[in-house]
T-cell receptor, first 113, second 113 residues
Framework: DAGVTQSPTHLIKTRGQHVTLRCSPI?????VSWYQQVLGQGPQFIFQ???????GRGNFPDRFSARQFPNYSSELNVNALLLGDSALYLC????????????FGQGTRLTVV | DAKTTQPNSMESNEEEPVHLPCNHS???????IHWYRQLPSQGPEYVIH???SNVNNRMASLAIAEDRKSSTLILHRATLRDAAVYYC??????????????FGTGTRLQVTL
């Protein structure tokens, strides 16, 4: 079975640009969460979606947005990129929003120059 | 969210047991204790979780103090593949359709021959 897949794996963007990151959850999983991991830190929660509705939002500016599609895949959008947005962006899927176990993808490494 | 405290790093020899401590003195009665680990260049992966009783699975054991203010993740025989950052996370029981994982900085485990 395929795990959580994220695309692209690596990305370089210029300050001020916007970026879209994509995530496909494990088949049958209806919840997707997004995390940002800056070098040397643990992942920080950005959003959770369950059944296509936002169920949780972390302490991130409005430049960050996300959505979940009818097939439960998800996109994370970041506008007006700053140098500080450089990080590993992780997607996690779970069966339901409150499932015990979350399954993470390998992440998208975003570099803002 | 209640906070956890872990040592920044630990070392172990291969084939020996490893005890990874976690302090969570402000844990509430409904908080579960979760452990995730993150291998190099990968997303975090679930290891184990528990509430009050000690727990065992194929990956590890979780020993929970009687007052629940601390816990220990036990790897019975460390291998080189266990070298990773280990995160101790508290998570509320009744999260319904929404739940997030609040990661700290974790413990970096080094395993040597």
């Amino acid at each position: 079975d395929a795990g959580v897949t994220q695309s692209p794996t690596h990305l370089i963007k210029t300050r001020g640009q916007h970026v879209t990151l994509r995530c496909s959850p494990i088949s049958g999983h209806k919840s997707v969460s997004w995390y940002q991991q800056v070098l040397g830190q643990g992942p920080q929660f950005i959003f959770q979606y369950y059944e296509k509705e936002e169920r949780g939002r972390g302490n991130f500016p409005d430049r960050f947005s996300a959505r979940q599609f009818p097939n439960y895949s998800s996109e994370l959008n970041v506008n007006a990129l700053l140098l500080g947005d450089s990080a590993l962006y992780l997607c996690a899927s779970s069966l339901t929003g409150g499932s015990v176990e979350a399954f993470f993808g390998q992440g998208t490494r975003l570099t803002v120059v | 969210d209640a906070k956890t405290t872990q040592p920044n790093s630990m070392e172990s020899n291969e084939e020996e047991p490893v005890h990874l401590p976690c302090n969570h003195s402000t844990i509430s009665g409904t908080d579960y204790i979760h452990w995730y680990r993150q291998l190099p260049s990968q997303g975090p992966e679930y290891v184990i979780h528990g509430l009050t009783s000690n727990v065992n699975n194929r990956m590890a054991s979780l020993a929970i103090a009687e007052d629940r203010k601390s816990s220990t993740l036990i790897l019975h025989r460390a291998t080189l593949r266990d070298a990773a950052v280990y995160y101790c996370i508290l998570r509320g029981r009744n999260t319904g359709t929404a739940s997030k994982l609040t990661f700290g900085t974790g413990t970096r485990l080094q395993v040597t021959l």
